[in-house]
């Protein structure tokens, strides 16, 4: 597996609470990415990054924002979060814009 | 703007019988195209890419641009590839990764 880790693993969260999820990669790939899964939507991506400080959103960035300080940190953060912000979120990395993802083991939010 | 649509969520064979797992795109230029799966407990993972046109596990998967389809095959099915199967797609020049809402494959023994 590419060097890849999520934290948390797991989280359980109220509504209107922020929330912090971390990205961290051993493999100095340029790109960076976040991407949620729901059920009959399949993976949708929220935001990207291709350098430090360089990020671009995605299809469903509404309610995140990301941050990246470091080459190897890309942090997703819900400013306020809400029920509809339940999924499972994976993190992904590539070397360039066309190669292929290694993606990491996921985080699973939970907002009660 | 760029789609994939894979019209089955999920979907049962008996094993070594043929699969075939369907996509389809819109994308008005040149796309390439990409096939991820899952397997339980795993990460996701790229299974191939129409570029490199080679079998990976047996499988296989022709990119026919009249069709904007990209299926994946198996002649003969096996136990080992009951997972979540994803179809995606990248535009030329563009970093966005855009997948599909996914197939569940299972293989009944």
């Known amino acids: 597996d590419a060097g890849i880790t999520q934290s948390p693993r797991h989280k359980v969260t109220e509504t209107g609470t922020p929330v912090t999820l971390r990205c961290h990669q051993t493999?100095?790939?340029?790109?960076m990415y976040w991407y949620r899964q729901d059920p009959g939507h399949g993976l949708r991506l929220i935001h990207y990054?291709?350098?430090?400080?360089?990020?671009d959103k995605g299809e469903v960035s509404d309610g995140y924002s990301v941050s990246r300080s470091k080459t190897e940190d890309f942090l997703l953060t819900l400013e306020s979060a809400t029920s509809s912000q339940t999924s499972v979120y994976f993190c992904?990395?590539?070397?360039?814009?066309?190669?292929?993802?290694?993606f990491g083991s996921g985080t699973q939010l939970s907002v009660l | 703007a760029q789609r994939v649509t894979q019209p089955e969520k999920l979907l049962s064979v008996f094993k070594g019988a043929p699969v075939e797992l369907k996509c389809n795109y819109s994308?008005?230029?040149?796309?390439?195209l990409f096939w991820y799966v899952q397997y339980s407990r795993q990460r996701l993972q790229l299974l191939l890419r129409?570029?490199s046109r080679e079998s990976i596990k047996g499988f296989t998967a022709d990119l026919n641009k009249g069709e904007t389809s990209f299926h994946l095959k198996k002649p003969f099915a096996q136990e080992e590839d009951s997972a979540m199967y994803y179809c995606?797609?990248?535009?030329?020049?563009?970093?966005?990764?855009?997948f599909g809402t996914g197939t569940r494959l299972t293989i009944i023994p």
């Open positions: 129409h570029i």
């Open positions: 995606a797609l990248r535009g030329r020049g563009n970093e966005k990764l855009t």
């Open positions: 493999e100095n790939h340029r790109y």
């Open positions: 994308y008005s230029g040149s796309p390439e």
């Open positions: 990054s291709y350098g430090v400080k360089d990020t």
């Open positions: 992904a990395i590539s070397e360039g814009a066309s190669e292929k993802l290694f």
